[in-house]
């Protein structure tokens, strides 16, 4: 039932005449921060609020592991890769934030910085925008997922949450050599430049379109982007987002809220149960990853293919992909 409520949905919103890009007089952005309690700290978090006219949702979006806010909006080739534009498109508000550690947020020592001291963060940003919006959904990507997750597991203040590259289940078998790409920020030739300790990560050069996109298509204006643009990662980030998404009581159990879940049949956590979920079909998705979600009243799914682990970089399954959010969160 819940498969035909999302595909009904995504088919109506496929019928819908598409909405035209929001323009500059229709959506006001604007740079955010917000001063947040980091767990015994203080410390700022910086987002990028865009606001169409008349808008009474609003989807704060985090991004996953090396990536800043612009993972939600990739200036790359139009607007194509744009999730906040598509959002903004629909009526619907967004916040993308850096993460803690990233972007333009401060950056503390690596040690301070997990999930839960992110959730913390993030849950502050939804308390300043509670006053504005009728409606406050959690999205992210990843780790970002995993922040999510804990978020709305902990302080119930969102009204949905969406769930992308990341599920209960890992294919540990391609998950950890991955993370062999990882190398501490002070030996990148750019990133060591910004005097972060050694528990602050990122990419080797040369390694994302392996690590993120293969097998989509190798664009290379795209994998320049994404390589210019990389980011860090605190290692405490990865323990606690393996703690608590698989390896003891996930914070999903507590999520009491509608939840979608969007993942990529080739990323590292789909596969053959229990490595990784089953991405056969949004169905078969949907159906994998419902023991986890306990509480929720309802859990919707969606997968995209022939893309890897960060397919918001993906133009061939970006309206399908955009259009199941949009009709998602229309549903409740």
């Known amino acids: 039932m819940r498969f035909r409520r999302l595909s009904a949905a995504v088919l109506l919103a496929a019928l819908l005449p598409v909405p035209a890009p929001a323009s500059a007089a229709a959506t006001s952005c604007e740079d955010v921060t917000t001063s947040v309690q980091f767990g015994l700290t203080r410390q700022v978090m910086y987002g990028r609020l865009c606001v169409p006219q008349g808008a009474t949702t609003v989807q704060v979006l985090v991004p996953g592991g090396t990536y800043t806010s612009e993972y939600w909006d990739i200036p790359v080739e139009g607007d194509t890769r744009s999730v906040t534009r598509a959002m903004n498109g629909a009526g619907i508000a967004t916040m993308a934030v850096d993460r803690i550690g ?20 993030v849950h502050q940003v939804v308390e300043r925008l509670r006053p504005r919006f009728a409606k406050v959904l959690l999205g992210g990507h990843s780790i970002g997922s995993a922040i999510a997750m804990a978020e709305a597991g902990r302080y119930h203040d969102v009204d949905g949450v969406l769930v992308t590259g990341m ?14 790409n990882l190398i501490p920020a002070t030996l990148d030739p750019v990133l060591g430049l910004r005097g972060l300790d050694v528990g602050y990560l990122t990419t080797a050069p040369g390694t994302r379109y392996t690590m993120f996109h293969a097998p989509g298509p190798r664009i290379a204006s795209v994998v320049a982007r994404d390589e210019s643009t990389k980011d860090v990662v605190a290692a ?3 323990v606690t987002t393996a703690l608590m998404s698989n390896l003891v009581l996930p914070a999903s159990a507590a999520i009491d809220v509608p939840v979608l879940t969007v993942q990529t049949s080739a990323d590292y956590f789909c596969g053959t149960p229990p490595l990784g979920a089953d991405c056969s079909s949004s ?7 419902r023991p986890f979600y306990p509480r929720a009243p309802r859990l919707d799914a969606f997968v995209v293919n022939g893309y890897g682990h960060c397919f918001n970089f993906s133009t ?3 309206n399908a992909y955009h259009a199941a959010v949009i009709g998602w969160q229309r549903g409740f």
């Open 102 to 121: 990233t972007g333009r947020s401060s950056k503390p020592l690596s040690l301070l910085v997990d999930v839960p001291s992110q959730a913390q963060a």
């Open 167 to 180: 599920t209960h289940q890992w294919d540990y078998v391609r998950a950890v050599p991955a993370l062999t």
């Open 236 to 238: 405490g980030e990865f």
């Open 283 to 289: 169905r078969a998705l949907a159906a994998s990853e």
């Open 316 to 318: 061939e399954n970006a």
